[in-house]
């Protein structure tokens, strides 16, 4: 939930802040936690389960200091044109999602 409402608000971390846990509060560890998952699960299903295995692989060169160019290594796409194809994917899915809920009534008891 902390994930679709920071991307609902245009508030989601940006790639190189998803790069690790420092200067950050609790809340933006946990939104990094949460990212870094969202974006696991993302590369797994566009480019399937192994893919991760080969983008680790490629994050273990020497060659390649970031994830912008191990990702080009391992899938042919620069890092950081995947973290924007993947918050294009995160955007149109929570705002059709968003469009979809039900609005809910708030009742208040008398007193």
């Known amino acids: 939930m902390l994930l679709r ?12 802040e998803m790069g690790g846990f ?19 699960r993302y590369l797994a299903d566009r480019f ?4 991760l295995a080969d ?7 020497w060659t390649n200091f970031n994830f912008e160019e191990a ?7 620069r890092g950081d044109q995947l973290y924007d194809d993947w ?3 995160l955007r149109s899915h929570y705002r059709s999602s968003a ?3 039900t609005p809910f009534t708030v009742i208040e008891g008398e007193g």
Not at 24 to 33: D, I, K, P, Q
């Open 55 to 61: 983008l680790s692989h490629s994050l273990g060169q």
């Open 22 to 40: 420092y200067s950050h509060n609790s809340l933006e560890r946990e939104s990094v936690y949460n990212h870094g998952f969202a974006l696991s």
């Open 71 to 77: 990702a080009h290594d391992a899938f042919g796409i």
């Open 87 to 89: 918050m294009a994917d």
């Open 48 to 51: 399937g389960e192994e893919a």
């Open 99 to 101: 469009r979809a809920a």
């Open 5 to 16: 409402t920071q991307v609902l608000a245009g508030e989601e971390l940006t790639l190189p």
